[in-house]
């Protein structure tokens, strides 16, 4: 095990390189250490803009990331406080996403999700061997160490985490993700350590067929369904899966905790040990095909609220840390803080006892999920699930403008491009590795250096098609829409080609004229194993 470095100030030891994210009142920035030249990911915290209680969470995150020490956890090699500055220095990951690098496999079978799963199930068994509880266990929080094949899981995001002792159960408030939430959990009963397997059964689940085992657009129907533990495995896409698989969800499913299998078990299940002789190793493109669909949505309700936080016409209803301010359905004026790191992640105030020592479980929790957001605008209340006819003529100029925008980029037009969108604009590009992207220079490189007319050449035939493109609706200024772009195209050698990928696209209009803020595409899904990548191609 590593021992921390000891310095007085952050650039005693370290050099601080590029931006590679942003947070509500932190920045993760590359930075190379000065005695070894090894690079890491430091996250930066202005501890002006901390709260009390916010600096608690921050201690108790360092706290726990120091002691777990584990080649599938994202691992913290430094804690420095500063004046102003609170900086952790963790382990520099860039392979991405899990669920993001599956969709973009030539070959997915069972025993990967299962190799998947064993490796989550391996950093979740050393939380708790050290009295450690993530509590929020999803696919964001899932990453690969590098770009490399067989790249291995590393989960991240400790900021929900929590210490117990042994087997305590106790209630340690509201927190985690929606669709991930345990029933213990909802039913706001002592939780411990088996909140992070049902996680892992949902998620196994996912691994399995691309979809969740508990879903409705009502949240309330949706915490019905876990509470009952109401999931089942329809035809055709189960038919295919082993039982032993199954039988592995259903151990992790259980709706007692007390009966669920442990971390430490789940490892010892036949699927997983012997998962040559007894897990499929049938190419699932099913699977593949829905859980494309599944990170589409992930991200589009990540630009949602993205977009909810940055754009000033929301600002009412938000607060200085750009935390959601809503009532609850009682109309009491009462107040809920929301986690500002996670687009869905939801937690209440610190658990809170009167003077007998007893919980007070009686504030409202609304979770930071897309689905649940309403938008209150002058004279209208809009859901971005809404189908009022008033805002189909929206919808249609959200089109349109997109189409344009593609129209841009398939002719290399950056001067056209720019004035869709706004100079400041925020992107997630595969080529970045997971990085989040700000400002038009990223874009100006491909524009400047990969034309389209270039690399195909003047005479080579491109069509590109927008196909089910889904917009939503935030406010009257503020839209998001998902779609999938179809390339076909003749290579070279003249041979034709074709290649998809997803993108997720969030506008804001400024002054009458909408502007892209920001973008997210997927990786691209060729028909062939040599067509082009969509940056070679569309840029």
């Known amino acids: 095990m590593a021992t ?4 007085t100030r952050f650039s005693d030891n370290y050099d601080l390189k590029e931006e590679l994210g942003k947070g509500a009142f932190s920045v993760v920035r590359k930075c ?70 599956i ?15 064993q490796q989550i199930l391996e950093s979740v068994n050393h939380c708790h061997t050290n009295g450690v509880v993530h509590r929020d266990l999803k696919p ?33 408030g509201f927190a985690g993700t929606p669709g991930y939430l345990s029933p213990e959990v909802l039913k706001k009963e002592p939780y411990g350590k088996p909140v992070d397997i049902w996680a892992c059964g949902v998620i196994l689940y996912i691994l399995l067929v691309g979809y969740p085992p508990f879903w409705d657009e009502d949240q309330h129907r949706l915490y019905a369904q876990i509470k009952a533990g109401a999931y089942d495995y329809p035809s055709p896409e189960w038919d295919t899966v082993t039982p032993d698989a199954k039988n592995l969800i ?26 040559e002789k007894v897990a499929s190793a049938v190419h699932r493109q099913e699977t593949v095909d829905c859980l494309k669909k599944f990170n589409a949505r992930r991200k589009l309700k990540g630009a949602i ?3 909810m936080l940055a754009t000033r016409n ?11 301010i809503v009532t609850n359905k009682k109309g009491d004026g009462s107040q809920v803080k929301e986690s500002t790191e996670s687009n869905t992640t939801l937690e209440d105030d610190d658990v809170r006892e009167d003077k007998k020592g007893t919980v007070d479980r009686s504030s409202t929790v609304i979770a930071k999920d897309a689905e649940d957001v309403r938008i209150v605008c002058p004279n209208k209340t809009f859901s971005q699930h809404s189908t009022n006819s008033c805002g189909s003529a929206r919808k249609q100029e959200i089109v349109k403008i997109t ?3 593609i129209e841009s980029i398939n002719n290399a037009d950056f001067e056209g491009y720019t004035k869709i969108c706004d100079p400041h604009m925020t992107a997630f590009e595969p080529e970045a590795l997971g990085n989040l992207l700000e400002g038009m220079e990223f874009h100006k490189f491909y524009f400047d250096h990969e034309s389209v007319l270039t690399v195909l050449g003047k005479n080579r035939g491109i069509n590109t098609t927008v196909l089910n493109p889904t917009v939503h609706l935030l406010g009257d200024d503020a839209a998001c829409i998902a779609y999938i772009i179809l390339v076909q195209y003749i290579d070279k050698q003249g041979v034709p080609r074709s290649h998809q990928y997803e993108e997720t696209r969030v506008w804001h209009r400024r002054d009458n004229k909408w502007q892209n803020v920001h973008s997210h595409r997927s990786a691209s899904v060729a028909s062939t194993s040599n067509a082009f990548s969509p940056s070679a191609i569309s840029k």
């Open 314 to 324: 929301f600002s009412s209803k938000y607060d200085v840390h750009g935390r959601s």
């Open 103 to 117: 969709v973009a496999r030539e070959f997915y079978s069972e025993a990967d999700a299962s190799h998947c799963i």
């Open 32 to 101: 190379v250490q000065k005695p070894t030249g090894m690079e890491f990911a430091a996250k930066i915290i202005n501890t002006k803009k901390l709260s009390a209680r916010d600096f608690q969470k921050l201690e108790r995150e360092a706290r726990i990331c120091r002691k777990l020490q584990h080649p599938n956890i994202v691992r913290l090699h430094d804690s420095i406080q500063e004046e102003l500055f609170h900086y952790l220095v963790f382990d520099l990951v860039t392979g991405g996403e899990l669920f993001e690098d």
């Open 250 to 275: 259903n151990q992790m499913l259980t709706v007692n905790p007390a009966k669920r299998v442990t971390a430490s078990d789940a490892l010892k299940h036949p699927w997983i040990c012997y998962r």
């Open 403 to 405: 189409e344009q925008l």
């Open 305 to 307: 609220l993205t977009t």
């Open 140 to 172: 964001e929080n899932l990453l690969l160490a590098s770009k490399v094949k067989g790249a291995a899981v590393k989960l991240a995001d400790f900021g929900l985490a929590i210490e117990v002792q042994g087997d305590q159960q106790a209630w340690f």
């Open 4 to 7: 921390p470095i000891v310095c």
